[in-house]
């Protein structure tokens, strides 16, 4: 994360109080990410992490924490949600939501091999399983209709074949979702945002997902083909690797089976992923917000990751 809302310890120093956490010690903005405003805070029981949420509402947010809340109790390595002395677990800060959760152990992998795929392939198919009973439903947020409002948003910044590539993309996307092997995918709450850098791993064993607030209901399937175009893939190119595509995909099929209907929607649901992040990529980039603390990601980078599916397909989910 950015940050977008400078907090110090003094404006915690009333504001922790309502939280079951003694004094706040420590506070350290984190430079990383570019959704929300995140800081490591050290108080008299512990590590937490505390976010503003600079785009989520209040009424959005219950979706969210309640997830991870949900995960954890069923044994998912998620971030458990702080509640306040009235059981709330999204608190006004600087007039912004806010939220308060435990702090993870390890630290990401950001040269994954084999090993650390299969850890993510099993923990995905997991949490898919185990989100079946969550009694709240919201849209994923950067879905379809989305992606439909803002291509004309950053369409006057690409040059001509570039928003042609964008045009067509989309229009293969809103037909693929309008048709009968889009409505068999499986679907539920999904994470949407799986990358290396939201997964901790102590040595080759993950010790943790987090960043859930880009989650929402969605299929299966886009949530897997999301994680596999970033943990795959060679960065510089885009191109999948083999071998670790195998790997996540072998591991995630053991807890969960593929069904004809995800074999089919594959390689669609690997030029979704890359289309989504493609778009918010260049909408961050063209259309930045004011921040402290801000690092834009490349779009370049899923446009080319598009390009290559394009070009290349992807091996078999179960080969
Ligand atoms: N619960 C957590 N435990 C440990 N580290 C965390 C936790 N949440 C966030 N972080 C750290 O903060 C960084 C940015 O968090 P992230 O959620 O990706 O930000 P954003 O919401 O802006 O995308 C992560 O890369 C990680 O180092
Ligand atoms: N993973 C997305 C953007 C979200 O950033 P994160 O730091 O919250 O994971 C991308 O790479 O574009």
Known sequence: MAVFTPVTLDD?????????????????GIASGIENSNFFLTTE????????????????????VQLMRHLAERGIPVPAPVANDAGELVVALHGKPAAIVSKLDGSSQMDPQPVHCAEVGTILAKMHLAGRDFPLQQPNLRGLD???????KV???????????????????????????YAELERGPVHADLFRNNVMFVG??????FDFYFAGWDTWLFDLAVTVNDWCIDLDTGRLDEARVVALTRAYHAVRQFTAAD????????????LRFWLSRLYDYHRPREAEM?????????????RERIARGAPNLTA
Not at 49 to 61: D, H, K, M, R
Not at 204 to 209: N, V
């Open 146 to 152: 989305w992606w439909v409002e803002t291509v004309p």
């Open 263 to 274: 074999q089919a929607a594959w390689l669609p649901m690997l030029r979704a992923a890359a």
């Open 155 to 181: 369409l006057p910044f690409l040059d001509a074949e570039t928003a042609a590539l964008l045009q067509s993309e989309l229009a293969f996307q809103r037909e693929f979702a309008a048709g009968p092997t």
């Open 12 to 28: 915690l120093s009333q504001w922790i109080k309502q939280f079951p956490l003694g004094k706040a010690l420590a506070l350290k």
């Open 294 to 306: 801000l690092t834009p990601h490349d779009p370049t980078h899923f446009e080319r990751v598009l």
């Open 45 to 64: 029981r512990g590590e937490y992490v505390l976010t503003i949420f600079e785009n989520l509402s209040f009424e959005q947010l219950p979706f969210y």
């Open 204 to 209: 080759e064993r993950l010790s943790g997902c």
